[in-house]
């Protein structure tokens, strides 16, 4: 039992998605005894038991749909002779058996500036472990960010990118203080397995990089689906702490899947593939009618 917390406790640092599944109660002959458990990872992994053949095989896939829900179930399984007599095995009995999910939502927050200490502090509370990440150590403190799960920062995002680790599970928002650093910083969270890549600032800003990122190849093979930019719902925010709220919420609902019929600040998606997929225009004056120039 002790085996199965332990590995529930570095799942979870690793931002990995499980689900945990406990014999809750037990009547008659059966195989599986209150207490056991067994932890059913995402990628289809089974640490521990819950009793062997007799119901294992119905309880990863209650599993499976508790992990897609993120609503945990009690599952009631009635053994008889006959109904396991194939298996070899003698079960005789009712059984329970209690599945969670067991899901660690992380929001990588890139840039350590004003907009991020309120994401931190709202996310955290939302249930987020939050990763901080900024080239400027002095903006990556506890006393700046004390929810925050972990603080990284380096003498440079590029440096900081060798040993960051992106699970895929995890939501990369781009907030940090200059067009430059924008760019970098998606770029990075685009060619990470991230479910959800979100970057701040106006849609002039966002065309720009995109076609700036399509110029360097960089958006070959990217799944912009991903992608949500400008970042956040349409609740009229205006202050960094109003601006933090719509992001998270639409963290929120990216995680419970409420995106679809939510009014986003999001540039069009056919939009951001027509400017992925344009062929790159020619330098100087030729550009009239193409992408926004940095900084506009």
């Known amino acids: 039992m002790i085996d199965v917390f332990e ?21 008659g002959s059966t195989p599986g005894k209150e207490t056991m458990r067994m932890l059913v ?21 209650a599993a499976r749909e508790v992990l897609e829900t993120e609503a945990p179930r009690r599952l009631t399984f009635k053994l008889t002779e006959e109904a396991t ?4 095995l003698l079960c005789g009995g009712v059984i329970e058996i209690f599945v ?3 899901t660690a939502p992380h929001a990588i927050l890139f840039g350590g500036g004003h907009v991020s200490r309120s994401l931190c502090a709202i996310a955290a509370d939302a249930g987020w472990r939050v990763t901080v990440v900024d080239d400027r150590p002095a903006f990556v403190t506890a006393e700046r960010f004390p929810a925050a799960q972990r603080r990284v ?3 440079s995002f590029e440096a900081i990118f060798r040993d960051l680790r992106v699970p895929a599970s995890a939501a990369c928002v781009v907030v940090t203080r200059g067009h430059a650093m924008d ?4 770029d990075f969270a685009l060619h990470t397995d991230a479910s959800y890549v979100g970057l701040i600032g106006s849609k002039v800003k966002v065309r720009g990089i995109l076609a ?11 799944d912009l689906d991903r992608l949500r930019a400008p970042i956040g719902l349409d609740i009229g925010s205006a202050t960094h702490g109003e601006i933090a709220v719509s992001i998270v919420a639409e963290l929120v609902a990216h995680r419970r899947r409420r995106l679809e019929g939510l009014r986003s600040m999001r540039l069009p998606r056919d939009e951001m593939v027509r400017i992925a997929l344009r062929t ?7 550009r009239e009618g193409g992408p926004p120039a940095a900084g506009s």
Do not use: K, N, Y
């Open 7 to 27: 590995e529930i406790a570095e799942m979870r640092d690793r931002g990995e998605r499980g689900a945990l599944c406990t014999v809750i109660s037990t009547t």
């Open 41 to 61: 990872r995402e990628s289809g992994a089974v640490s521990g038991s819950v009793g062997g053949g007799c119901v294992e095989a119905d309880v990863v896939a």
């Open 85 to 88: 007599g194939q298996t070899g």
């Open 100 to 102: 969670e999910p067991i």
């Open 153 to 155: 920062a380096g003498e």
């Open 183 to 186: 760019q970098e910083c998606l």
């Open 212 to 222: 700036r990122l399509r110029d360097a190849g960089r958006l070959e093979g990217v």
């Open 280 to 286: 790159r225009l020619p330098e100087g004056p030729a």
